[in-house]
């Protein structure tokens, strides 16, 4: 019996959905009308007020598609509810169009849809500018290197702590292939003991001045004390990667404004428990998003970190992992650390110097969800498999790899 070759055609995007139809030889006229009506969507609002749940659902419904309510919305019992809407790409941006004109919020709504459709699609490629230090990104996933400068962090705490050792492990993974370095003056391992401002600082000082003459790489800092922050982009650092999304120093966000330096916000909080997991986590770093954006950053300038390993159980950050694409919803470049970190150990009841192979695992998986950047101890291992996920994922070898 003849099947003429029936199978399913992998299309994520609309990228993927125009190549797939034009690969038939359809009439060009009709790919851009045709290619979103093959993407499902399922689109998540919480806590909608009844009269626009009740809204929502009858223009889904005569558009083709559909939307899961709480059931006593039907009986008009409840005052709220979360709603699913779902539908194809092209059902979804007739809805924005749609309700842009209605009252209650509705127009709201049509805008933040359009915008969340939009962050759907693969990023062009474009440059971000870390304060001279050019990044390009949209072209393949960059390398973090990771150098603690502590007696204390978890996996090599005590081993570049002194100038001449934590030079020669800038310079290595520099050699190997890293894009950026990340500089970390106070372990933040759970049970760490804070440090002082002070203290903290005259850890960074010294590798900081000795790197920005060395190392032609953007130099990032790994602190949430807005002094230390200042002090170290007054001394040239590029970056400041914040592990409580600028939400813990009052005065962090406005440092960053005036130097006008990226910046990474990493999701925290005390506690594993959580409403929605996934749902509460975007809330919070839409809040540093926010934050950021009020100081004068804009765009990519703001990178986003689902913090594995803060904040969540291993059960939590196995679900984080799982649902890394949607962080893309924010529009914001993503990255991912969980190099060597209790994930792994836990999953695969490894210590830490024998988390290599779990790191590469979850490095590739964020590869394919599409991060932005990676940041990690070993750099040549990861570098090499993500290089490896690069070509795959985004149909071309990566660029501008060391040994390429």
């Known amino acids: 019996m003849q099947s003429y070759g029936m199978r399913w055609v992998s299309m994520e995007n609309l990228a993927e959905a125009n190549m797939a139809i034009k690969e038939i030889g359809a009439d060009p006229a009709g790919i851009a009308h045709m290619a979103g009506k093959g993407l499902g969507r399922g689109i998540k609002l919480e806590q909608v007020p009844l009269r626009v749940a009740h809204i929502l659902k009858q223009e889904m419904l005569s558009l083709g598609g559909d939307a899961a309510v709480h059931r006593n919305v039907i009986v008009n019992q409840i005052e709220t509810t979360d709603i699913m809407l779902l539908g194809t790409v092209r059902q979804l941006e007739r809805l924005s169009t749609k309700v842009l004109a209605q009252p209650f919020g509705l127009k709201q709504i049509g805008h933040d849809l359009r ?10 490629p474009r440059i971000l500018d870390c304060r001279g230090k050019k990044l390009r990104l949209g072209e393949r996933t960059l390398i973090m290197g990771i150098l603690n400068v502590t007696p204390d962090s978890f996996s090599d705490g005590g081993r570049y702590n002194n100038l001449e050792d934590a030079i020669a492990q800038a310079e290595q993974m520099a050699a190997e292939g890293a894009d950026i ?3 970390g003056a106070e372990s933040t391992r759970p049970g760490h003991l804070e440090v002082s401002e002070d203290e903290e600082w005259k850890r960074l000082e010294p590798i900081l001045n000795a790197l920005a003459e060395r190392v032609d790489l953007p130099l990032s800092i790994d602190t949430y004390k807005a002094k ?14 914040d592990i409580w999304g ?3 120093d009052p005065e962090m966000a406005s440092v960053i404004g005036e130097y006008r330096a990226p910046v990474i916000v990493m999701h925290n909080q005390a506690g594993t428990t959580y409403r929605h997991l996934m749902g509460d986590i975007l809330t919070f770093l839409k809040r540093s998003i926010g934050l950021a954006e009020a100081s004068g950053l804009t765009g990519d300038q703001i990178i986003v970190d689902p913090g594995i390993g803060f904040g969540k159980t291993l059960e939590q950050n196995l679900e984080v992992m799982s649902r890394l694409a949607e962080f893309k919803t924010l529009g914001q470049p993503v990255l991912l650390g969980t190099s060597r970190k209790s994930m792994i150990g836990k999953t695969l009841d490894l210590a830490v110097d024998e988390r290599l192979e779990g790191t590469l695992a979850t490095s590739i998986l964020g590869v394919a969800a599409g991060v932005d950047i990676v940041r990690v101890h070993d750099v040549q291992e990861n570098r090499r498999a993500v290089e490896m996920a690069d070509a795959i994922v985004r149909g071309q070898r990566g660029v501008n790899y060391v040994g390429a």
């Open 115 to 124: 915008k969340l459709l939009v962050n759907f699609e693969p990023p062009k």
């Open 181 to 183: 370095l990340d500089i």
């Open 228 to 241: 230390v922050a200042a002090k170290a982009l007054e001394a040239g650092a590029h970056i400041i990667n």
């Open 246 to 248: 600028l939400q813990k």
